[in-house]
C-alpha cells in the first residue's frame, strides 16, 4: 500500500506543536495514522487546481465508515461545485474567501427526510422525529461522517477547512440545495491544496488538564491551564495571525455578545420552520 | 515509525465489504490511513485485559487535535473506571454490559461552563451561551472530537462503541459525573480489545447515491437504492445478528415508535434543567 502522510512530525514534535513543551501529555502509544491525527490544521486558502480522480467517492467512502447512530444514516451531503451558489455561501459565511477557491465544497446534512420518506412508503410514520434528541442524532452522525471525510483527506496530502457559519442563514442554504422538510446543513467543508503563504501551522490547544477529567468533573485547577494557554495562544496569533490575543480574549469577544452569533441567534425559529420542531 | 494497522483490507476489499460488490464507488486515492478508516466496526463485548500505558492519553490528544468552532474549544471528557458508576451507566443504557467490561470508558461532554467561568472570572457574560446554535457546536464539537479519538484507538489495535443510550437518563449522568450547569453527557464510549467470538464484521451502508448528491438534493433514486439496501442488510444480519432483519425493518422498528427512545423523549426538558435552555 502507498503511504502518504504529509507534514507529519515525530511524537515529541507533535505532542509539543500541540500542547506547547511545558504540557506534554503522558507518552503513550504512536504510529503514523496517530501521527497525521495530531498534525491537523484548519485552511483557508486554496489552490484551484482540481483533485485526484475518485476523491470525492473515497472521502465520501470514509465519511460513511462512521459510527452512525442504530444504523439509522440519518445524514447527507451535498457537492457543491456552482461557482454562483459557491460565492453565495461565502457572504453568508461573511466572507469566506476560500469556500470560492477550493475545488471541492461540501455541505454536511442533518437528514431525517429519507427515513421519514421510507416511512410513508411503508405507510408508517416515525414519531421520534419532532424531537429534540433525533436531531441530534442526525447532526453528531454528520460530524462524525465529516470528521473521517477531514482525515481521509489530510490523509491523501488535502487541506480542509469547516464552515460553521453556514449556520448564519441555514434556510438559505437550503433554498440553494433544493433541501426537502427534515433536511438542514449543518456545516460546510472546503476541501483543497494550500495557496502559498497561507497561515497552516498546528494551533495549541488547552492543556489536556484542562479538558480532560477522571472519574468526576473537576476544575480546580482551571485557573492556571487556561493562564498557560491564554500566553501560549497569544504568542501564537501575535505570529500568524493579526495582533496578539490570549484565548481568553477570543471567547469574550466571541461568545460575550449576541452579534457574534452573525444570524445564529435565530437557527432556533429557522429549525422549525425547515421540520425540526426540538420538541 | 512503527505502522500497526489491524485487520485493514485491500482497497477493492473494503469497498466490498462497506458497500457490497454491486454497489462500489468509482476508484480514488489509497493507502493505508484510509483503509483503517473503512475497516472501522462497533464492538460490543470486550476483554478485561488493561490498555498500553499512555493510551489515555494519546487518544485525547487526538481528540483535542480535531477542529474546534472558533477554537472556543467548548467540549470536556470523563473517564470513567469505577464499576459502581459503570453498571449504572449500564443500566441507563438498557443493559449494555460491554460498558461494565471495557477497560476504559469515556463520556464525552458538551461543556460551555469552562469559557462561563472564564468569563465570569474577568467580570463578564456570554451572551451567547443559551442559543440552539451553542449548544450544536458544543455537540458537534464533542462528536468531532470522539471520532479523532476513535481513529486513534484503531490505529492501535483497539477496539471501540459509542454509547448514545447514556442520553436515556442525562440527567443521572450528569448527578454520577459531578457536572456543573453547562455540562452534558454528548455520548460514551467503550475502549477495549474484542473479547472472543464478539460480532466484528464491517457493516455494510446505503450506497454513495442515497447519501452523496451532486449540486442539489436530488432523491429520484433512494426507492431503489434502498431496496438494495434492505437485501443487502437482511443478509447480513441473519449471517451476524438475531434473524433476517431489513433496514426499512430495523428503521421503523426504531423510530416508529416513541418507546424507541427509551426516555430521551424528554431530553428537551432536562438540558433546559442542566442549563441549556436551546432558545
Redesign the interface.
Known sequence: ?????PNVASKADA?AL??GSDAM????????????????R?VRGYRPDAL???????????A??????????T????????PV?KAEFARISGGQKHIEQCPLFLVF?ADL???D???K??G??????P????F??A??DA??A???A???AE??GLST??I?AL?NDAARVGE?????QG?VG??GLCVGYPAPGVTNE??P??P?A??????????AG??AH?ASYDEK?STFSGRFEMGQTS??G???N?????K??AG??R??GV?KAMGFP??
Do not use: C
Open positions: 500500500m502507498d503511504i502518504h502522510s505532542l500541540r500542547y501529555p503522558a507518552a503513550g502509544p504512536w504510529n503514523e495514522h496517530i501521527a497525521l491525527l495530531l498534525s491537523h484548519s485526484p480522480e475518485g476523491t470525492l467517492e473515497t472521502l465520501i467512502a470514509a460513511q465508515s462512521a459510527a452512525t447512530s442504530s444504523n439509522m444514516q445524514w447527507s451531503v451535498v457537492s457543491v461545485s456552482d451558489v446534512l427526510s429519507r427515513n420518506r421510507l416511512a412508503a411503508n408508517a410514520e416515525l414519531e421520534v422525529l424531537y429534540v434528541e433525533t441530534m442524532i447532526a453528531i460530524a462524525m465529516a470528521q473521517n477531514v482525515v481521509a490523509a491523501i477547512v469547516y460553521g449556520r440553494l440545495l433544493g433541501l426537502p433536511v449543518v456545516f498546528v494551533k490547544r488547552l489536556q484542562a479538558v480532560l477529567h477522571h472519574g468526576t468533573y473537576d476544575h482551571e485557573p487556561v495562544l484565548w481568553s477570543r471567547v469574550l466571541r461568545m460575550g455578545k449576541l457574534g452569533l445564529r441567534e437557527l432556533s429549525l426540538l420538541r
